[in-house]
């Protein structure tokens, strides 16, 4: 009887949904070491970005009870809902815990009293990295949490200043109270840097968020005394030339209360609708047609009416220290 080239299963097996991969565990203890590798973990995730498939939008909210709830559902469909276990706890004052990261399909999760928490909703692998003390001076921490190319490693970053992610918007100097430049961080030097803004004549204007949309950076900016926000895409990173204007949200197209707060999720796979989460309390996400300028909130069915999202991609990706 002939031999399957191991290539050729690497190849199909590549292709198969990852709770699949995670049951072929027991086929065999070659099996089991292939699937466990790194070197099948990077082609499946490599396959997913480029076929964009496999990706899931995580939901965790609260239901008409007050109970918390986790789901991840198919991001195109928007069905096949499947109830996550409970990671994050409650409180007597609400939520005491929020996800501030997702990457390669591994969610970062900050707790108040547990520290950090670093969890693969696809394998249900979770890490804890050491707790940091870092006492009670500071009014706000920043977290961010990316992939270190250089060194092949997970790295979680923690900034005692204004911030958002592992790119931020902050002020020039200290007179001034409105954010008007573009940090980051190069998570593989450590290094901070200033990134080149959109090229905008107005001059009293503010920078409301930043993060990534297809794969590029972008950040909301408003102009005071005008009734929108408008959203900016770095095409080509580091390029100030690169900045395109892609589309703008108005409070008669959006929702009023919490426009300012609105952060883009990503964009649908035919590329005509971006899912905005309006950033309130509680948070509503909706889909934004870019042509008819129009917003449908998110209806799943079997989910709650409000939560919040973040998008990951199913992976073999592993949290534990060693194992990239």
């Known amino acids: 009887m002939s031999v399957v080239p191991t290539d050729l299963i690497t190849g199909i097996l590549s292709r198969l949904p990852v709770k699949n991969l995670v049951r072929f565990k027991c086929v065999s203890k070659p099996w089991s070491s292939l699937i466990d590798g790194s070197y099948l973990s990077n082609l499946q995730l490599h396959r997913s970005f480029t076929s964009n498939a496999n990706i899931k939008l995580l939901l965790d909210s609260y239901a008409e009870d007050d109970e918390y709830k986790a789901y991840s559902v198919d991001f195109d469909s928007l069905d096949k809902l499947e109830e996550l276990p409970r990671l994050l706890s409650t409180t007597s004052f609400g939520v005491s815990s929020r996800i501030f990261g997702s990457c390669n399909g591994l969610l970062a999760i900050s707790h108040d009293e547990a520290g950090i928490t670093l969890w693969s909703p696809s394998t249900k692998e979770c890490h804890y990295p050491p707790k940091l003390t870092i006492g ?189």
């Open 136 to 324: 009670d001076m500071y009014d706000e921490i920043i977290l961010g949490f990316s992939y270190d190319v250089i060194n092949n490693d997970y790295k979680v970053v923690q900034m005692l200043s204004s911030g958002n992610s592992v790119h931020w918007v902050g002020i020039e100097n200290d007179k001034d109270d409105d954010a008007r430049v573009i940090f980051g961080l190069d998570i593989g030097i450590e290094e901070f840097h200033q990134l080149p803004g959109p090229d905008i004549s107005y001059k009293n204007f503010r920078y409301r968020s930043v993060g990534i949309l297809g794969g590029s950076l972008c950040v909301f900016r408003d102009i005071y005394h005008q009734d929108n926000i408008v959203l900016w895409v770095m095409k080509e990173y580091g390029v100030r030339e690169s900045w395109t204007e892609d589309f703008f949200v108005s409070h008669d197209e959006c929702w009023q209360w919490c426009m300012y707060y609105t952060r883009a999720i990503s964009y649908s796979r035919r590329g005509d609708r971006v899912l905005l989460d309006d950033g309130g309390r509680p948070r509503q996400p909706a889909w934004f047609n870019l042509d008819k300028r129009t917003r449908e909130v998110v209806d799943i069915p079997g989910a709650t009416k409000h939560f919040n999202a973040i998008i990951f991609v199913e992976s073999l990706a592993s949290v534990l220290p060693g194992n990239h």
